[in-house]
């Protein structure tokens, strides 16, 4: 049987011109890394800022940026398992705030913190598996679905809260002292109060779910669901499963971020919407290079964008461009990135095929 | 769970005619509702046959394949494989059985690389409750097995999106034999493709028969790919197997007639009753 030559043998690149090489294997990272153009517009609206304006870089600015960005990357990390299964958690924002306070109620009710906290996060996940069973078991789209959890998580929480402010939240600096409550220290100090420490959960996360992802079996699970959900099944992927496991996952990351942004701020307003922080989330995770056609993501790349955003808004205030004008830019940067990525896409397949 | 690379293959024995039988089919009936699609069909396959599967639509070969790949089961009737009596109550049963359906190239996975689609759902992975994946053993196996099958892949971390249809139906196909895959069902495997990637495809099943003894069943419209893929050919109509041919004692010409002659008939006792 004569051998299948199926096409023409790949040029070694060592035995090619150096130069050559190292140009072809720098455009393959390019193609290949998705989220190194994000990475390199975030840098150069850094430096711009900075420049710009030399006061961006003290410290009040960055703190100002990671605390725009924190929930937003919190919520987007979780998000791109959602998205690139092709389905969409919109709750995820609303989970980001119920959680807090749901924890902050148990501990109200008397039960130690500890234990409030896990119960929270409990009901978290809980909402991640209600959003799943929705879409899997009732066959209702994910956005519908999970838009419906984020209106009652809201209306719940406005209603047992009687729309007054969940204050202060345990762990949390008091808001007229300096002193740390003794018996929830540990909490505070290590968990939410420092300003960074929000920022550097987010960013263990990502690196967790990141490799997820990339290394484990449920990760090529989970793009096999969302790039050929028929394929992946037939294969014996148990695709449901898999599907709930990522709502569920979505949802508890953003509530246990959301328990740590309650700590650094120390109260919760009910009324504050988690549609606000779902859309940034959303918008974040595009900008990083996640299709919402799903099979395709980076959380390194919603990072990247969800950072990109808090840059761009602590940007902007600081050189004194109108907060409105964040909102065009915001929309611009999707577009051009959404662009580039389909531009990229098709010349990925360009190369690798020639 | 570790896959190791599959055993090097048997030496062909004898013409595929004369081999043991792996799959027989007897009496299977079928009916969805007033509609009876399948009216006891007799059918069986030897070790390393490509059987051939034909007939107009309608004509049940699709359903056939459906009971074999254990999708629904027959109202009546028998499948043994290897001389046991079988009841194939899911896919899972089925493949548990070593049959393995092939329904196009649209079961890969476009955004996973070509090593990833081989062991889809059979990843080999370090042991750990992370189930961390072993992706350069994953890599070494697939390259040794496309080599070992003759499907040349010049990169096994091509994305499967990548390919060409023929391509995408090589690494179907081979997925499909890679799990120990005794029978392969495959749905018209040369529709929609070009001459030159037909070719690839009828060589890799030929190639597959005859040095690893998997068994064929192959359903295309196509009388000519058929003659040159399969032993023997199999002709479906309102829902029986009237022909059975071995592909070298006729010629498509032959076939062909014999098939118009038997719907004539067909034809004239319906209209005669």
Redesign the interface.
């Given at each position: 049987?004569?051998?299948?030559?199926?096409?023409?043998?790949?040029p070694q690149s060592s035995a090619g011109l150096p130069s050559d090489g190292v140009r072809r294997y720098i455009w393959r990272f390019f193609v290949a890394q998705r989220e190194i153009t994000p990475f390199i517009i975030m840098v150069a609206l850094f430096i711009f800022f900075s420049i710009d304006s030399p006061e961006f870089v003290t410290s009040l600015s960055l703190n100002a940026a990671a605390g725009f960005a924190g929930p937003i990357a919190a919520i987007a990390v979780g998000e791109v398992l959602v998205l690139v299964l092709g389905e969409i958690d919109l709750s995820a924002g609303q989970v980001f705030l119920t959680t807090p306070w749901v924890m902050y109620w148990l501990w109200q009710l008397g039960l130690p913190v500890g234990w409030a906290i896990l119960a929270s996060l409990f009901v978290a996940a809980g909402v991640g598996m209600i959003n799943g069973m929705i879409t899997v078991l009732l066959n209702v789209p994910s956005f519908v679905a999970t838009l419906a959890t984020n209106f009652i998580l809201f209306g719940i929480v406005l209603i047992e809260s009687n729309d007054t402010e969940a204050t202060p939240i345990p762990g949390s600096l008091p808001p007229q002292t300096s002193s740390v409550v003794p018996h929830v220290g540990f909490f505070g100090q290590v968990i939410g109060v420092w300003l960074w420490s929000e920022i550097l959960w987010v960013v263990a996360i990502a690196l967790v779910i990141h490799y997820?992802l990339k290394?484990?079996?449920?990760?090529?699970?989970v793009?096999?669901t969302?790039?050929?959900l028929?394929?992946?099944a037939?294969?014996?992927?148990p695709v449901r499963r898999v599907k709930i496991w990522c709502f569920v996952l979505c949802s508890f990351l953003s509530g246990a971020v959301g328990i740590v942004d309650a700590v650094k701020y120390g109260s919760m307003d009910p009324g504050n919407a988690g549609v606000n922080y779902i859309l940034y989330a959303v918008g974040a995770c595009v900008i990083g290079g996640t299709a919402l056609t799903g099979?395709?993501g980076t959380v390194i790349g919603a990072f990247i964008g969800a950072i990109l955003i808090g840059v761009l808004e602590a940007g902007l205030t600081i050189i004194g461009v109108s907060t409105n004008d964040f909102y065009v830019y915001i929309g611009l940067i999707m577009v051009v990135a959404m662009t580039l990525n389909g531009w990229l896409d098709r010349l990925?397949?360009h190369t690798?095929?020639s | 769970m570790i896959n190791d690379a599959p055993a090097p293959a048997g030496p062909p024995e004898g013409l595929p005619g004369n081999s043991e039988v792996v799959l027989e089919v007897k009496g299977v009936t079928k009916s969805f509702g007033p509609l009876t699609v399948l009216r006891g069909i007799d059918l069986n396959l030897h070790s390393g046959e490509v059987l051939g599967l034909v007939g107009d639509n309608g004509a049940g070969k699709s359903t056939l394949v459906k009971i074999l790949s254990g999708l629904f089961p027959p109202d009546d009737g028998q499948v043994s494989i290897k001389g046991r009596e079988v009841r194939l109550h899911s896919v899972q049963d089925a493949s548990s059985h070593g049959i393995e359906t092939v329904y196009q190239d649209l079961a890969l996975i476009p955004q996973l690389p070509v090593f990833s689609n081989l062991f889809l759902n059979h990843e080999i992975t370090y042991a750990g409750p992370m189930r961390l994946l072993n992706k350069r053993k994953m890599r070494e196996l697939a390259k040794r097995y496309l080599d070992d099958i003759n499907v040349y892949i010049p990169n096994v971390d091509t994305e499967a999106g990548q390919l060409s249809g023929g391509q995408r139906q090589a690494i179907a196909v081979a997925r499909a034999t890679r799990a120990d895959a005794s029978i392969l069902l495959l749905d018209e495997p040369l529709a929609a493709m070009g001459a030159r990637e037909s070719r690839l495809i009828i060589d890799l099943v030929r190639g597959l028969a005859k040095s690893r003894m998997v068994s064929m069943i192959i359903i295309d419209h196509n009388f000519a790919h058929l003659f040159e893929l399969c032993d023997r050919v199999n002709v479906m109509q309102g829902g029986r197997i009237t022909i059975n041919q071995r592909t070298q004692d006729t010629s498509l010409e032959e076939l062909t007639e014999l098939m118009v002659s038997s719907y004539r008939s067909q034809l004239q006792q319906a209209l005669d009753s």
């Open positions: 049987m004569a051998d299948i030559v199926m096409s023409p043998a790949e997820v290394r484990t079996r449920f990760g090529v699970r793009i096999a969302g790039g050929n028929l394929g992946a037939e294969a014996g992927v099979g395709r990925a397949a690798r095929t | -």
